[in-house]
């Protein structure tokens, strides 16, 4: 039964719901609106008047353009993520886990594992990973003759997606550890009427409550897709297994293909690059962990891994075609910001707010209302850029600290990824399986997921 909600729910948003970038274009008119009409500028008294000051705010630095160093942040935690899951060593792995399962069950629930841990470490590693072992699990069931559903593996394969706000490369959390990074996104304004303060890993990502929803999930993930496994042949439909066509090696007789394709290169590059992660963990210290020092990571390893520029370079061409909606979209979500917070918007939006909901509810209003933003606006830092501030100052008013509002708003929008497809396309591309016959089965393990993470938030 719910497996078929989730399945019209998806046919619904399929008919109904355009281009993401259609959706950030009509909510920063709808803000305009609202900014015009209900917001209140210093001096402006008229509407013209207010129009000026709201599309000063709109186009100034910190406005549309406030958002292009964390843009390119985001962007560089997709292609690096998405180079090191393309890497041979990361590729051998998944070829001898996939050996493992002796059973359909068995097969749903370790691609939900694999995708959930790496989800955990990097959300770019965790989906390409995932599609790419749930595809390897497929073909190795399909040689020792066990029957698995193809679009129950893939749904397993996207449950990366379901953990990744809590995990190391969470925007929301990783751009609150420093001053400078609660600068880039937040309004001056906010920052000094509630004196924010840098929120360090301790008490957001390693914070009890995290640990103890990211643990449960773990574990939970697993059993649903074991559960959700069909128990009837009638009712299981294969994957088509298409393996990419390999690229043939050319020889290297030039210098500049013999540099290419020189491990000293990438290995001078990466220990480069892990002695100013190094130098950053002794000098500010590891809970002060930054997107920043995130890709610094990922990319000596996916070098390292890679073993050649050539091939590295490749990876990450690839990886970057994905980055298309960050790129566009991100300007419009930081004008949208900067009208909300120039007009005063925010704060009439955290009293309203504020004014029925309590210390104990208001986490939990924040975490549903992030998940149904999150089905307009798919993009994790962007929504944080959006709802943040208004979640903190919603939080400040009634009590409740800020690194647990910036997890709710986390929570809301991984959650709600198992509806919304537009991170999907890789691994259905990989998978050659269509969204909707994944998203019945990824909607019920967000059901279940949906009821821990609530319990996580009333508990701690």
Not at 373 to 392: D, E, K, R, T
Request: hydrophobic share 55%; aromatic share 8%; proline share 6%.
């Amino acid at each position: 039964m719910i497996a078929k909600i989730g399945t019209i729910l998806t046919r619904v948003f399929a008919k109904t719901a355009p281009d993401p970038f259609v959706i950030a274009i009509g909510l920063t008119l709808l803000a305009m609106l609202l900014a015009i009409t209900l917001g209140h500028y210093d001096g402006a008294t008229t509407v013209p008047e207010r129009a000026n000051a709201m599309i000063d705010a709109w186009r100034g630095t910190g406005g549309i353009w406030k958002f292009l160093g964390f843009g390119m942040q985001m962007s560089l935690i997709l292609v690096t993520g998405h180079a090191l899951a393309a890497s041979k060593p990361v590729r051998s792995m998944i070829g001898t886990l996939a050996s493992l399962p002796s059973s359909a069950p068995a097969a749903a629930a370790l691609v939900g594992l694999v995708a959930v841990i790496f989800g955990l470490i990097n959300w770019g590693l965790g989906l390409i990973v995932g599609a790419l072992f749930a595809r390897e699990v497929a073909k190795v069931c399909a040689r020792k003759g066990i029957k698995v559903h193809g679009p129950l593996l893939a749904a397993a394969g996207y449950c990366g997606l379901l953990v990744w706000h809590g995990g190391f490369s969470g925007s929301a959390p990783l751009k609150m550890t420093t001053e400078k990074d609660i600068a880039d996104i937040m309004p001056a304004t906010l920052i000094e009427s509630l004196d924010l303060k840098p929120i360090l890993l301790n008490e957001s990502l390693l914070s009890p409550m995290n640990l103890f929803v990211a643990a449960g999930l773990l574990v939970i993930v697993p059993i649903v897709l074991w559960l959700l496994s069909p128990k009837h042949d009638d009712e299981i439909v294969p994957m088509s297994i298409v393996e990419p066509k390999p690229t043939p090696d050319e020889p290297a007789d030039s210098f500049p293909d013999r540099i290419e394709r020189s491990p000293i290169v990438v290995w001078a590059l990466a220990l480069l690059l892990i002695w100013a992660f190094l130098r950053f963990t002794q000098s500010d210290g590891i809970m002060k962990l930054g997107p920043n020092e995130v890709n610094v990571l990922m990319l000596a390893l996916g070098l390292i891994m890679h073993g050649s520029v050539r091939s590295y370079v490749a990876a990450a061409e690839d990886g970057a075609r994905g980055c298309t909606g960050i790129i566009l979209q991100f300007p419009l979500y930081a004008g949208i910001m900067a009208l909300l917070a120039s007009s005063g918007l925010i704060n009439d939006f955290s009293a309203w707010m504020s004014g029925f909901a309590n210390e104990t509810t208001t986490p939990i209003l924040t975490f549903v209302s992030a998940g149904v933003v999150n089905l307009f606006v798919p993009s994790g830092g962007g929504q944080w850029a959006i709802q943040g501030p208004i979640a903190l100052e919603t939080g400040a008013q009634v009590g409740v600290a800020p690194a647990k509002m910036v997890m709710a708003v986390a929570y809301g929008d991984q959650l709600t990824n198992m509806l919304q497809p537009f991170w999907a396309l890789p691994l259905l591309a990989i998978t050659k399986i269509k969204a909707r016959e994944i998203v019945g089965y990824t909607a019920v393990v967000m059901l279940v997921a949906g009821a821990w993470i609530t319990l996580g938030l009333l508990i701690f």
